[in-house]
């Protein structure tokens, strides 16, 4: 649980910092340069002989979704959305580690569904009369941003959770292996080479973000995941975003509608209510089937 809550004091600020400070630098290539700088840090730490192959591979295909996608598609969403209306979306992510992680375990739960459409009518009480096509091209992708982090959250957690290894730093390079190779092959047919200029303050950012969100972040978080139960991981999921909008709002953002936003964040939060108690509701009714 630690782990977690020091991983979402470093991340609270990254939204504000990638909004704010990196505009009009290619987003392919910052993704690339983000997941590619963080397999440096972690190549010291590897281990390449002896190493559980079949492991490594299922650590490199879900750092190739859980952040080479997903950055892929969480740093476009900022041309098209607001600094905070990210942060905010990215509240969706618990309803996909659930769902994801009880797929995973074949124990599939519909009423899930309802929580995650209160959600929705939430974000969209934020932008009601200002619902465009950017807005719904944005929202759409921190939606698939939010699906990739948490599918590779929950198979992370299923794949190490039976395995007993404890050494996790030893193949948590391949994670970033996984994601580097996807963000290549991005950046190769999907990057602007007009728009990978940065300057001295930008490469500062870039590193921040490379090593201590990405690389430190990373792995506390997922090494985290596999001391908490899938519930617990989901919460903590959304315990930055009220710290990332306070950020951005204090610091950058003074012409947000604030009557909208406290009013959609409060039936947003109250989804995370609903599905807590939908996800007891399926557990007492479980414990009772045994019983």
């Known amino acids: 649980m630690n782990k977690l809550i020091i ?3 470093i991340w609270a600020f990254s939204f504000s910092l990638i909004g704010e400070f ?3 630098v290619d987003s392919v290539f910052l993704a690339f340069l983000r997941v590619f700088l963080a397999l440096i840090c972690f190549l010291p730490f590897m281990k390449f002989r002896g190493v559980n192959l079949a492991l490594a591979l299922k ?9 080479g996608i997903m950055y892929i598609f969480y740093y476009k969403s900022f041309a098209y959305l607001k600094v905070y209306e990210v942060a905010l979306f990215t509240i969706f992510t ?6 994801i992680y009880d797929a995973l375990k074949l124990n599939f739960r519909p009423l899930y569904i309802l929580s995650v459409a209160v959600a929705v009518f939430g974000a969209f009480i934020i932008k009601f009369k200002g619902i465009n096509s950017d807005f719904l091209i944005g929202f759409l992708y921190i939606q698939i941003a939010n699906f990739c982090f948490g599918l590779g959250q929950s198979a992370y957690k299923f794949a190490l959770e039976n395995q007993g290894f404890r050494e996790q730093k030893e193949l948590f390079g391949y994670f970033f292996v996984g994601a580097s190779v996807v963000t290549a092959v991005a950046l190769i047919f999907l990057g602007n080479p007009q728009n990978f200029s940065v300057t001295p303050f930008q490469i500062g950012v870039i590193l921040w973000l490379s ?4 690389a430190v972040g990373y792995f506390l978080w997922n090494k985290g995941a596999c001391e908490v139960d899938s519930g617990v991981l989901a919460i903590m999921n959304n315990a930055l975003i009220p710290a990332a909008i306070i950020v951005n709002l204090v610091f950058w953002s ?3 509608d604030l009557i909208r936003l406290i009013i959609g964040s409060v039936v947003i939060f109250a989804s995370l209510i609903l599905h807590k108690k939908i996800i007891n509701f399926y557990a007492k009714k479980s414990h009772k089937s045994l019983g």
């Open 7 to 9: 991983v979402t004091l």
């Open 22 to 24: 990196l505009k009009g």
């Open 59 to 67: 650590i490199s295909l879900i750092g190739a979704v859980q952040i």
């Open 94 to 99: 618990p309803f996909y580690v659930t769902l």
């Open 211 to 214: 090593v201590v969100a990405s």
């Open 254 to 256: 003074h012409n947000a």
